[in-house]
């Protein structure tokens, strides 16, 4: 079974500062697929950023970028240049590849980490 | 691209009553849907799996008689829960997986639903 740990429950960054949101997981699989998710005060799931295990080059989204260390099982998010809308729990997510006729989609997701970005 | 909705966005409801809650995928179909719930200040519990045309699969410990699902077309999947009591009080939200640069693992969210039982 997969699992996904976020030691972390909250955090707080200053605005226009860096911060680094860490996630490990716990899988035996080699091909996978690693997500972090931001759900604001609206509780909306928004989809931040992805990563395919394959790929050794860091996924980047603008400000958000993520620092995949495949042997440690770690996936951390770095938010530069914090906004106040970056405030928001954050959700760290694995998947396993869907196979046709077989896959089910399943996400298992970290128990979040809170940010709150201090004007 | 990829947008989910869910309705309502906020039900109150008498003991006793039954709610449904619906979910749709807007610009694409999903044949397959999940439903989560989420505590305040906790992580997502997925609570089941909604295939089109087929039974859902239900997470240990969720009640099937208490959560109906069905999910009859390719864009609308409905949860209803039944008789429901103060304890069922909770944020449900759904999902659905689809494409996003050739990742179909990739699952985009609806803006869930709150639920009060009184």
């Known amino acids: 079974a997969q699992t996904v740990t976020q030691s972390q429950p909250e955090m707080s960054v200053q605005e226009a500062e860096t911060v680094t949101l860490s996630c490990t997981y716990d899988?035996?699989?080699?091909?996978?697929?690693l997500f972090w998710y931001k759900q604001p005060p609206s509780r909306q799931m928004i989809l931040v950023i992805r990563q395919e295990a394959y790929k050794q080059q860091n996924a980047t989204e603008n400000r958000f970028s993520v620092n995949f260390q495949k042997a440690a099982k770690s996936f951390s998010l770095k938010i530069s240049d914090s906004q106040l809308g970056d405030t928001a729990m954050y959700f760290c997510a694995f998947i396993l590849p869907y196979i046709s006729g077989a896959g089910s989609y399943q996400l298992t997701f970290g128990k979040g980490t809170k940010l709150s970005v201090i004007p | 691209g990829a947008v989910v909705s869910q309705h309502p966005s906020r039900v109150i409801c008498k003991s006793g009553t039954s709610v449904k809650i619906e979910c749709r995928s807007l610009?694409?179909?999903?044949?397959?849907m999940f439903w989560y719930r989420q505590f305040p200040k906790q992580s997502l519990m997925l609570m089941a799996t909604?295939?089109?045309?087929?039974?859902?699969?239900?997470e240990q410990g969720v009640e099937k008689d208490k959560f109906l699902i069905n999910h009859a077309s390719l864009t609308l999947s409905t949860l209803t829960v039944t008789s429901a009591h103060p304890e069922d009080s909770s944020f449900y939200i759904c999902?659905?997986?689809?494409?996003?640069?050739?990742?179909?693992?990739?699952?985009?969210f609806g803006p869930g639903t709150r639920l009060l039982v009184l």
């Open positions: 909604s295939n089109e045309g087929s039974k859902a699969t239900y």
């Open positions: 610009d694409f179909q999903a044949t397959t």
């Open positions: 899988t035996s699989e080699s091909n996978y697929y």
């Open positions: 999902s659905a997986p689809g494409l996003a640069g050739g990742l179909q693992e990739t699952q985009y």
